[in-house]
Each structure stands twice: as C-alpha cells, then as structure tokens.
Antibody
C-alpha cells in the first residue's frame, strides 16, 4: 500500500535550520506532486509548500509565513521529498506532514514529524 | 489568498444523527474543494474530493455537495467512529488553504 514516512523533526533553537524528509513507498513516486502541511499544537491545518512530480514547479505559503525561509525539493531516484527550513521561529513549532497529491487532494498523509523551535 | 470559512466551529450530536458542516470560500473555486477527517493524534484522512466525489474506502454515509463558493459535508447517520474534526480545503489556486475546522463531539 502507499505509505509516506516523515523524519528529521526535533528540537531546534530559533534561527537555526532543519531538513525534513518524506520517504514514499508503494507508488510510482515520480508521477505525483507532494505537499507539506503543518499543524501547530492544538491548532488547525496550515498548507506549507508543494512540488510538482518532476520538481520543476514549487509553490509556497505566503511571505509572512514560510516563503523565503523554507525550500521544498525532491529526489525521484530515492522516492523522497524534502523540506529545508531555515531561520526557524517559535511559530514554526508544529507537526509537519507530507502527503501525495491525488485527484486534487492530499492522500495519503504520513504520520507527521514534530518540530519544536525553542531556546 | 483564498479564505475558507467553516461553520459551525463545533457541534454536539448523537449517534444516528444527520450532521451537516458548511464551508464558504472567499471567491469562486468551482468544484476544487476537498474534505478531510482528523482524529486526535492522527494524520488527516481524505474523505471527499472535487466537492462531491467519495474517496475510495470512505463509507457512503459521507457525502459532499456545492460549487462556486458554498459547500456542504453531510454525514447521513453519525457513527461512533465519526467523532473527529473535519476540515475543508480549496485546491483551486496556490496557496492551498484550509478552513479552521469543525469539531464533531458526542452529545
């Protein structure tokens, strides 16, 4: 079955960087766009970024949130997508999910990886 | 950005009840509207895509309707496993945006 597994989360100090990974299995990875969505503790879902199936197109949430600090990428030879996060802020603390795009929605989602930005 | 507004923010219902959640977009999004269910501590699960298409494996008691700016998620007969938070999401234009969520609780 299709499975996505995130990794790379942890505790990081403000201003530092972190790279999340999303490893996919059970699908032809190169056929699908991938999205990152985050959820701050006790809050709703926030779309972060997306990358097209071949990596040629990348999309980000707006400037005030992540644009300019986060970079999405993928390596289809490794069936893996990445989210490079720099200059992290306390408000970036969240569970980060990756998901496959299918039929215009996100399915399935990974189990999520927790990023905590704290000194 | 396209703003998505759900109502109500929460509701209490009993097993067997018919439940309706609404979602309004700040501009027309045609039928580019998805619904997700999320249970505590779990990742969201796609229920409905393209406003009214049932995702594979999702029980038929879930249905979606609407187009343009106004959409509805209906659970025809609420089951114990349906107590969760539901989110709408537009995929008409990036950045994709979610509604704030509707928590369905046990009455």
């Amino acid at each position: 079955q299709v499975q996505l597994v995130e990794s790379g989360g942890g505790v990081v100090q403000p201003g530092r960087s972190l790279r999340l990974s999303c490893a996919a299995s059970g699908l032809t990875f190169s056929r699908h766009a991938v999205h990152w969505v985050r959820q701050a503790p006790g809050k709703g879902l926030e779309w972060v970024a997306a990358i097209s199936n071949d990596g040629s197109n990348k999309y980000y949430a707006d400037a005030d949130s992540v644009k300019g600090r986060f970079t999405i990428s993928r390596d289809n030879s490794k069936n893996t997508a990445y989210l490079q996060m720099s200059n992290l802020r306390a408000e970036d603390t969240a569970v980060y999910y990756c998901a496959r795009e299918v039929s215009g929605g996100c399915d399935p989602w990974g189990q999520g990886t927790l990023v905590t930005v704290s000194s | 950005d396209i703003q998505m507004t759900q109502s109500p923010s929460s509701l209490s219902a009993s097993v067997g009840d018919r439940v309706t959640v609404t979602c309004r977009a700040s501009q027309s999004i045609s039928s580019y509207l998805n619904w997700y269910q999320q249970k505590p501590g779990k990742a969201p699960n796609l229920l409905i895509y393209a406003a009214s298409s049932l995702q594979s494996g999702v029980p038929s008691r879930f249905s979606g309707s609407g187009s343009g700016t106004d959409f509805t998620l209906t659970i025809s007969s609420l089951q114990p496993e349906d107590f969760a938070t539901y989110y709408c999401q537009q995929s008409y234009r990036t950045p994709w945006t979610f509604g704030q969520g509707t928590k369905v609780e046990i009455k």
